[in-house]
Structures are given as structure tokens and as C-alpha cells.
């Protein structure tokens, strides 16, 4: 930017030398545009249409001039050196100050860079003045950089070049730390929401999970394999709490045999002939799931009540109906469970089944039975 700014302030301080007053006033007006566009939100976009205006002027004044851009300080041209001198000093200062409010706070400008950097501009510009000779050697005069001012506008808008992509780099970053930090919001808020709850679970149900686990053998009958489920459901909860979670199982299982498995005298089950292949996972859910709808027909349908269990193979995702002869229940008794609290079939259930990306419907009516209808897509 200062070698690029340096031949067209050598061409309109030298047409305005005449009023030192002029000069400064012009240089100040620039400046103040230039830092106004520094200091707005806007700055980048700005600082880097402040250089395509500067250049444009500038190969205007170089087409306007016949290719001897000299001639606005030597015949003394006011407005356009002054108009020149406003737009190149607003490029400039909206570019240092730009680039200072972006890399500043990055540790990334260390104070010497502006004098070097000024050493160099000056070193450039005679480098510039030379590659252009006159019958084979430089003309001799302070003004030789003023001949080359096209080069001059291609070296700013090079520069804005440059800032469009401080300004990519920019937006990046800081899209990049809005993320990790919605990301570190979000671990924060479930750490405490698991501490929250990690407490009275503690006290209350892993407490009595384990008192089950080390009594339910000394019941008799079927108190071993409460145990055993006790057991295995303290350890699943002391994980959930935790935040470890168990790793997915890739393999395949069968479904229908799965199912099959559920059958009794009051549960009949019908599956395909075949296998029903689907992920380990999956099958394991929707077997959980089937199993909440057996339990609450096992409480709410009634003594004697049938079930049937129905499994369908549809190519791209698999059905599984459970219907029973209970008492059935009216359409609102969902909503109001699951406003009091009772959650099963919203999570046991449609949580489950949500989370393998399918669908629950659920029909019932008083008197007429309940049909659960599970979907799930195949993967």
C-alpha cells in the first residue's frame, strides 16, 4: 500500500505546492475519511472499495493525461491533484487502520513494521522508477515515479485484493469460535443437567437398584433374574449419569427371532418365514420398545387380555404391529399421562423409536383394544 500510494502523493503534493494550507487540509480530509472507515463495522469492505476508488482514479488521471500523468504538477492542476490526494490518503489510512484492528489483537503487528515497512515503500518506488528507461537509462527526477502511476493503481487494488481476504480469513475465524463456543455451551449446560439429576438418582433409585441386586437371589424363584435385570440396569445408569455410553454394535441380528422369543399362551407372534436382518442396535431397541407396549398391557389392559405381535418385512424398513382385546383407553389419557410425569411411552416407546429415525402410531379407544405400530427404516 505505501509503495502503491507513493507516486500519486509525489504528483498532487507537487500540484498543490503552491498552498501549503491546501495541501495539509486535503491530506487531513482523507485521513478522516479513511480512519471514519477504519473505525465502522464495515471496515474491511470499505478499506478495500476506498482502494478500487483510488485506483480507478488514478488510471483515470493517467488516461486523461495521455500517459504523462506529469503534467497535474506541472501545470499546476488543483482539484484533480486535490481530489487524488483525498482518495489515496482515505485508502490508506482506512487500510492501516484496518489491518491494525484485525491483527492487533492477535499479537500479529509488531510496532516496527510501520518503519520498515517505509524503508521498503521507498526502496520499491525507486526499484519502479528504474524498469521504465528513457533511451535506455531512468529519467533523472524526483518526479520519475509519477510516469508509472498505472503501475501504482495496480499495486492498490492489489492491495484491496489483499483485504478481501483478511476479511474471508476474518469471518472464518470468528464462525469458527462462535461453534466451539456453542459447543462448550452446550457440554457445560449437559454436565450440569447430569449433576443436577446425578443426585437424587443416586440417593434414591441406584440405592434400591442395588439393595434388589444383592437380596433378589435370597427371594426365590424368579428373584435371581431380578437380580441379574437390577444389576444390569445400576450399571446402565451409572453410565447415563456419567456420560459413558456403551459402543455401537455393528453387527447384524434377526428380528423376527428376537420377537419370537415373546411368545406365550395370552402372546401370539407372527413373523416372516425368513430372517429379519437388521443392525444389533436396532434390533435391541425396537425389541425394548415392544417390550413397554407388553407392559403396559400387562398394567392397563386387563386380566385375560390377548396380544398379538405382528412383524412385517418391507424392503426398506421393517413394521411391527402389537395389538391387544384389553380395555383400550380415550385418545387425551397420553397427553395427561405425560403431563403428570409418566413417561413411558413417550420415551420407552416413541423415544426409542424416534431415535432409530422411525415412526410410532398408536390407535385405541375404550372397550375396543390398543394397536402399537412401530416403523423403522432399515438403515
Do not use: C
Not at 505546492?17 to 480530509?29: C, E, H, K, P
Not at 500517459?67 to 506541472?74: D, Q, S
Not at 481476504?165 to 459447543?183: C, I, M, N, S, V
Not at 385405541?364 to 427404516?377: A, H
Amino acid at each position: 500500500m505505501q509503495v502503491a500510494v507513493l507516486a500519486p502523493a509525489i504528483l498532487a503534493l507537487t500540484a498543490l505546492a503552491y498552498s501549503d494550507t491546501t495541501r495539509w487540509l486535503t491530506v487531513l480530509a482523507g485521513a478522516v475519511a479513511g480512519a471514519a472507515a477504519a473505525a465502522s463495522r464495515w471496515r474491511i469492505p470499505l478499506a478495500a472499495g476506498l482502494t478500487v476508488v483510488g485506483a480507478t482514479t488514478m488510471l483515470i488521471a493517467y488516461a486523461a493525461t495521455t500517459g504523462h500523468p506529469e503534467k497535474l504538477a506541472t501545470q499546476r492542476q488543483a482539484i484533480p491533484a486535490a481530489l487524488l490526494l483525498i482518495v489515496i490518503a482515505a485508502a490508506a489510512t482506512a487500510t492501516v487502520g484496518t489491518t491494525a484492528t484485525v491483527l492487533a489483537p492477535r499479537g500479529a503487528l509488531p510496532a516496527i513494521l510501520g518503519p520498515v515497512t517505509g524503508v521498503l515503500a521507498g526502496a520499491a518506488a525507486q526499484t519502479v522508477s528504474v524498469t521504465y528507461l528513457h533511451d535506455g537509462l531512468p529519467t533523472s527526477s524526483y518526479l520519475n515515479p509519477v510516469l508509472h502511476l498505472n503501475t501504482s493503481a495496480v499495486l492498490l487494488l492489489v492491495g484491496g485484493s489483499a483485504l478481501g481476504g483478511l476479511g474471508l480469513a476474518q469471518q472464518f475465524a470468528a464462525r469458527r469460535a462462535e461453534r466451539r463456543h456453542a459447543e462448550q455451551i452446550r457440554r457445560e449446560a449437559a454436565d450440569a443437567e447430569r449433576d443436577r439429576l446425578a443426585r437424587p438418582i443416586h440417593d434414591g433409585v441406584l440405592q434400591v437398584l442395588a439393595l434388589v441386586q444383592r437380596h433378589g437371589s435370597e427371594l426365590g424363584g424368579s428373584g435371581a433374574q431380578l437380580a441379574e435385570l437390577a444389576g444390569a440396569q445400576e450399571i446402565a445408569l451409572r453410565n447415563l449419569l456419567t456420560g459413558r455410553t456403551a459402543q455401537p454394535r455393528t453387527a447384524d441380528a434377526d428380528l423376527g427371532s428376537a420377537l419370537s422369543v415373546l411368545a406365550s399362551a395370552s402372546i401370539e407372534v407372527a413373523a416372516p418365514a425368513g430372517p429379519v436382518m437388521l443392525p444389533a442396535v436396532t434390533v435391541t431397541e425396537l425389541t425394548a420398545a415392544v417390550h413397554a407396549a407388553l407392559d403396559n398391557v400387562r398394567r392397563h389392559a386387563g386380566a385375560g387380555t390377548h396380544v398379538w405381535i405382528l412383524l412385517e418385512d418391507e424392503g426398506n424398513g421393517v413394521r411391527v404391529s402389537v395389538r391387544d382385546n384389553g380395555a383400550g383407553f380415550a385418545p387425551d389419557r397420553l397427553t395427561e399421562a405425560a403431563e403428570n410425569g409418566r413417561l413411558g411411552v413417550a420415551q420407552s416407546m416413541r423415544g426409542r423409536i424416534t431415535d432409530l429415525g422411525g415412526d410410532t402410531t398408536i390407535h385405541s379407544r375404550p372397550g375396543e383394544g390398543t394397536e402399537v405400530e412401530f416403523w423403522v427404516p432399515r438403515r
